[in-house]
């Protein structure tokens, strides 16, 4: 069964099975897997905590106030029952083939050993470039990753709501490819930190590649 958690920065967080929540869930974190959980988590939250879910989903209205729990908790799970069902942020590597090339009859003689060896030297060095060593080049220009580096890049940086209208993606996503194709693929030093109206701002030095 899905289950959702949200945590004490309101962010909201899908997971395919409870068991997957509660090995994943932190410290302030609530989940629920209903409508119904919800509104009773929500029974218990300050009066303002839904509003501020609610403006914080991309594409949401603002609003300054709900009637009920039961309507503010019927709107926020029609809006992120379908998160965890959404395609993946960047296209899946290519599987490699390790097939050796099946080898053509030649009718030119063989070279020599020798002169095998002299035509290879001096043998050319092929170090392996680092993650951190790709630059802008080999990133699309108009695709979501160019988009959101010139985000993180920006002196305040970019908001975690910001990202997400920007891209359409949801929230687990969007942290999702800042740290696996930011973090891990392209070696990016991504900065996270919390600004005093506790939204959660990313950015990246000016100095990174």
Known sequence: MKTFTIDSDNNITAFPTPDHAEAAIGAG????????QLAELAAAWPAGRLAEIWNSLPGAKPVKG?????????RIWKSIETL???????????????????????????????????????KASRKR???SDKT??????GSKTAAILALLRRTRG?????????TSWQAHSVRGFIS??????????????????GARVYSISRGEV
């Not at 709900?66 to 019927?74: E, H, I, P, T």
């Not at 908001?159 to 920007?166: C, D």
């Not at 891990?184 to 109206?197: F, H, I, P």
């Open 29 to 36: 974190s609530q989940s629920f897997t209903s409508q119904q």
């Open 66 to 74: 709900f009637k009920s729990v039961r309507a503010a908790a019927s």
């Open 84 to 122: 965890g069902e959404d395609p993946a942020p960047t296209a899946p590597t290519k599987a490699v083939s390790r097939k050796p090339a099946r080898r053509v009859a030649s009718s030119q003689p063989r070279p020599s050993k020798k002169a095998r060896s002299q035509k290879g030297s001096p």
């Open 129 to 131: 470039p680092r993650a």
């Open 136 to 141: 802008d080049d080999s990133v699309r220009p």
């Open 158 to 166: 970019a908001t975690l709501a910001e990202i997400m209208q920007a």
């Open 180 to 197: 696996g194709a930011l973090g891990k693929k392209m070696g990016l030093a991504v900065n996270s930190t919390k600004r005093e109206d």
